[in-house]
T-cell receptor, first 115, second 114 residues
Framework: DAGVTQSPTHLIKTRGQQVTLRCSPK?????VSWYQQALGQGPQFIFQ???????QRGNFPDRFSGHQFPNYSSELNVNALLLGDSALYLC??????????????FGSGTRLTVV | KNQVEQSPQSLIILEGKNCTLQ??????????LRWYKQDTGRGPVSLTI?????NTKSNGRYTATLDADTKQSSLHITASQLSDSASYIC?????????????FGRGTSLIVHP
């Protein structure tokens, strides 16, 4: 039973470029949430996807967008990259029918460095 | 605004010693409180999860306690090992408003020295 899989593990981009990060949820999970974690900080909620729609969003600009596919996998896109976007990006999957998120599971993350 | 505050921010202990990490929260009502262990550059891994009606939960050398009246939780690590060096994050999931997005603390960085 595969856990949450994220790709790539590391990425280096230049300011102004665009990046796409990918996440495959845990088997049986239908909801994907994305987080940004700066060094030494706790994860910050970006948005959550369920049934291929963005359900909730945190305090992030429109440069951050996402998508969920019919197989529940998800992408996070960031346009016009800034140096401040350098962070560990985490994906967490869960089951919408489990609102208490008992099964909330994180991937290992993608380390994005913007230079 | 829902908040989760953790202390201390960082902690250094010797291998074999015990330690206790603290978490204060304002999230109310809440569904559950979870402690995660996060190794550097990796995703968080769940250690314990407690509902509002539970007082304590153990997972090996990790024991979490919860006082819903004072809105405090602690994570006690017994007989620490070098592999315990990591960040420990307290996370509270709310139970209202249709939003079940967990609120994260900033974490306590634990370093275990030989």
């Amino acid at each position: 039973d595969a856990g949450v899989t994220q790709s790539p593990t590391h990425l280096i981009k230049t300011r102004g470029q665009q990046v796409t990060l990918r996440c495959s949820p845990k088997s049986g999970h239908d909801t994907v949430s994305w987080y940004q974690q700066a060094l030494g900080q706790g994860p910050q909620f970006i948005f959550q996807y369920y049934e291929e729609e963005e359900r909730q969003r945190g305090n992030f600009p429109d440069r951050f967008s996402g998508h969920q596919f019919p197989n529940y996998s998800s992408e996070l896109n960031v346009n016009a990259l800034l140096l401040g976007d350098s962070a560990l990006y985490l994906c967490a999957s869960s089951v919408m029918a489990d609102p208490a998120n008992y099964g909330y599971t994180f991937g290992s993350g993608t380390r994005l460095t913007v230079v | 605004k829902n908040q989760v505050e953790q202390s201390p921010q960082s902690l250094i202990i010797l291998e074999g010693k015990n330690c206790t990490l603290q978490c204060n929260y304002t999230v109310s009502p809440f569904s559950n409180l979870r402690w995660y262990k996060q190794d550097t550059g990796r995703g968080p891994v769940s250690l314990t999860i407690m509902t509002f009606s539970e007082n304590t939960k153990s997972n090996g050398r990790y024991t979490a306690t919860l006082d819903a009246d004072t809105k405090q939780s602690s994570l006690h690590i017994t007989a620490s090992q070098l592999s315990d060096s990591a960040s420990y994050i307290c996370v509270v999931t709310p139970l209202s408003g249709g939003s079940y997005i967990p609120t994260f603390g900033r974490g306590t960085s634990l370093i275990v020295h030989p």
